[in-house]
């Protein structure tokens, strides 16, 4: 499993596009991206998920470069309601170690 | 789709006593479920894969006697925690395998568990 490292913390304010990077050097050639978001006492919701160059959804988008050792989720225009936690997951085997997390906090 | 409904959602127990959590997935089956365990402000800790039909896979340090895991029905994964004591107080979490997403997983809401 790869160890992923994301920045502990992170505080932004309405309207600003976010952008988390998560490191992940030892990722290995069948193992996907996937990013998923915890707001508290709730379990953690999927965002988003890829593999390589650039993934976009109706939520986020997910960047990832030619070597696939990082990856940036990028939320737009982030509101109050966006402040949670995001944790980065890679992995192709059937369970996830989550790491720390980026609390991320939106400020009015 | 790929719902995972957990039940209860928060439950508050005497010490001693043993609490039951239950985990089903509603609109597909689930071979595997995983359990995890979360103190306030820390990450999300795997305890151990449910496997339907089988003994459950425990992480290491965590003790399979305290946390029986039950895995009785493709639907259906439960945890119970026998001889609760105020440390084993916590957010519990339990995960299968999202069929929409390749290696993607979809979470319960989470049981709150104190036990006083």
């Known amino acids: 499993l790869a160890k992923t490292t994301q920045p502990i913390s992170m505080d932004s304010y309405e309207g600003q596009e976010v952008n988390i990077t998560c490191s992940h050097n030892?990722?290995?050639?069948?193992?996907?991206i996937t990013w998923y978001q915890q707001f508290p006492s709730q379990g953690p919701r999927f965002i988003i998920q890829?593999?390589?160059t650039k993934v976009t959804n109706e939520v986020a988008s997910l960047f990832i470069p030619a070597d696939r050792k990082s990856s940036t989720l990028s939320l737009p225009r982030v509101s109050l309601s966006d402040t949670a936690v995001y944790y980065c997951?890679?992995?192709?085997?059937?369970?996830?170690?989550f790491g720390t997390g980026t609390r991320l906090k939106v400020l009015a | 789709g790929a719902v995972v409904s957990q039940h209860p959602s928060w439950v508050i127990c005497k010490s001693g006593t043993s609490v039951k959590i239950e985990c089903r997935s509603l609109d597909f089956q689930a071979t595997t479920m995983f359990w995890y365990r979360q103190f306030p402000k820390q990450s999300l800790m795997l305890m151990a894969t449910s496997n339907e039909g089988s003994k459950a896979t425990y992480e290491q340090g965590v003790e399979k006697d305290k946390f029986l895991i039950n895995h009785a029905s493709l639907t259906l994964s439960t945890l119970t925690v026998t001889s609760a004591h105020p440390e084993d107080s916590s957010f519990y979490i339990c995960?299968?395998?999202?069929?929409?997403?390749?290696?993607?997983?979809?979470f319960g809401s989470g049981t709150r568990l104190t036990v006083v």
């Open positions: 995960s299968a395998r999202d069929p929409r997403v390749t290696y993607g997983y979809t």
């Open positions: 997951l890679v992995g192709d085997v059937d369970k996830y170690i």
């Open positions: 890829g593999y390589k």
């Open positions: 030892n990722i290995a050639t069948n193992d996907y």
